[in-house]
């Protein structure tokens, strides 16, 4: 049973990236600094008020600012108070709610349900907005880093926030009965750390990229579309009915149909040997070596920690004879071995870069397959968001798509499945 709903603040419930911009640039203005485009500050939310001075400031300064000396500490306090104080007096000047969040809070609220604000900012701004956005009467508590010093991704915040709301009603909501609900990868990356269910919402302001890599359990545009499932969740534990109650009402959340087109290409094509670029935590690498015993993965991930994470489930699965994990940049790690399938899964900044190495590692009748091509429909439609960093990304997106038609080395067909599938053979050379 799905009992507290805990969210996120920024890009979550609020769209508050403008006033924070604006609030940061008064701050430089106000100290002699050059004032920071707006997308860009945008961009550096997510990790609380000093973090954002922080990349502002190096940004601002062309990194120049010395953070180390003396001067530099005091400058950049007096710097981080003033913006703070000026936030404080002018939170909402163009912040709103997210379409349908009021609607969302009511219903909650009659249902029965608690909800609860984890934010990373400063908790007496945070409480400011809410009450003039006139929602603070829906919400039983808001918890920040005033309140707990942990901060997200920290589990630990996301326990003293249950316990909290615990103590305040007499209740016993554990793990199982608790959603973390945001829009950055920090937020996911918390609730799955704690142990509740995740969901992500893609038109906030944090990194959309980042967000599903972090792989929510479901994934919406906005929270306020969580609406249509208060009472599967509330029913359910489990995420594949929830996920069957989506196709079922055409509700967007995370598509797993672009894996099933995957897994159905390497039984269909008798693949036996695949390498796989982003593992992330390995949910991928497992699903297509439990296909067929004789099948063979190697896979490539940047980060180290999700290496690890990838390393114990693999292990966990006993699999670690037929999926072969590397730590490593997939662009500057050295791939002798040729495989059947190649599945470009990391940065879509890079997918060019990715194809033209690896086209060189392919088996004679061998394939590339992208996902994510044509990322939520933005690829399609660049209205559908706002955000900078998304923005940037799309292009990109578009970009790689251009180039795999125009490419005469490769034929490419495109697959509208899941979040648009492409698979490209070698054009056969006449003999
Ligand atoms: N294939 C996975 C999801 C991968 S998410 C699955 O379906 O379960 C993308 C991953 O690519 C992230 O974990 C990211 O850290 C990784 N990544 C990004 N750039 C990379 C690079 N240059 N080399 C290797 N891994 C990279
Ligand atoms: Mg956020």
């Not at 550096?44 to 990194?63: C, H, N, Q, V």
């Not at 992208?370 to 968001?385: A, I, K």
Request: proline content about 2%; glycine content about 6%; overall charge negative.
């Amino acid at each position: 049973m799905t009992d507290l709903y805990i969210f996120d603040l920024d890009g979550t419930l609020i769209d508050s990236g403008e006033d924070i911009a604006d609030c940061v640039n008064e701050a430089f203005s106000h100290f002699g600094y050059f004032r920071v485009e707006k997308e860009k500050l945008i961009a550096f939310l997510g990790d609380g008020a000093r973090a954002l001075i922080e990349r502002a400031l190096k940004e601002s300064t062309r990194g120049k600012f010395d953070f180390e000396s003396d001067f530099g500490k005091r400058k950049f306090d007096e710097l981080l108070n003033w913006y703070l104080e000026y936030y404080y007096e002018n939170p909402v000047k163009k912040t709103k709610l997210y379409a349908g969040i009021k609607e969302l809070l009511r219903t909650l609220k009659e249902k029965g349900k608690k909800t609860a604000v984890l934010t990373n900012k400063p908790g007496r701004i945070a409480k400011t907005i809410l009450e003039k956005l006139e929602v603070e009467k829906y919400i039983d508590l808001i918890v920040s880093p005033d309140d707990f010093a942990k901060k997200k991704p920290d589990p630990a915040a996301l326990a003293f926030t249950v316990g909290k709301i615990n103590e305040k009603f007499g209740s016993s909501f554990a793990e199982d009965s608790v959603i973390m609900i945001g829009d950055s990868n920090v937020d996911i990356e918390c609730g799955k750390a704690y142990g509740c269910k995740t969901v992500g919402c893609r038109s906030g302001i944090g990194d959309t990229e980042k967000l599903l890599s972090a792989r929510p359990d479901l994934s919406f545009a906005v929270a306020s579309e969580i609406e249509k499932f208060i009472d599967v969740l509330s029913e359910n534990s489990d995420i594949s009915e929830i996920q069957k109650f989506a196709m079922e009402n055409e509700v967007p959340i995370l598509q797993d149909e672009g894996s099933t087109f995957i897994c159905d290409y390497i039984l269909s094509h008798n693949v036996k040997t695949i390498l796989e670029i982003g593992t992330a935590i390995g949910f991928s690498s497992i699903r297509f070596a439990k296909l067929n015993p004789q099948i063979k993965v190697t896979t490539i991930e940047i980060d180290e920690k999700r290496y690890e994470t990838a390393k114990k489930n693999v292990e966990n699965e006993n699999l670690s004879d037929r999926i072969e994990l590397i730590l490593g940049n997939a662009l500057e790690t050295p791939i002798d071995k040729k495989f059947d399938l190649i599945f470009i899964d990391a940065a879509k900044a890079q997918y060019i870069k990715f194809f033209e190495k690896y086209k060189e590692n392919l088996t004679e009748n061998g394939v590339i397959l992208s996902d994510n091509l044509s990322f939520h429909g933005m690829v399609e439609d660049l209205s559908l968001t706002h955000n900078y960093s998304t923005i940037k990304l799309v292009k990109k997106i578009r970009k790689y798509i251009e180039f795999l038609k125009s490419n005469e080395e490769f034929e490419t067909e495109f697959h509208k499945i899941g979040d648009g599938v492409s698979v490209s053979r070698k054009v056969k050379g006449e003999s």
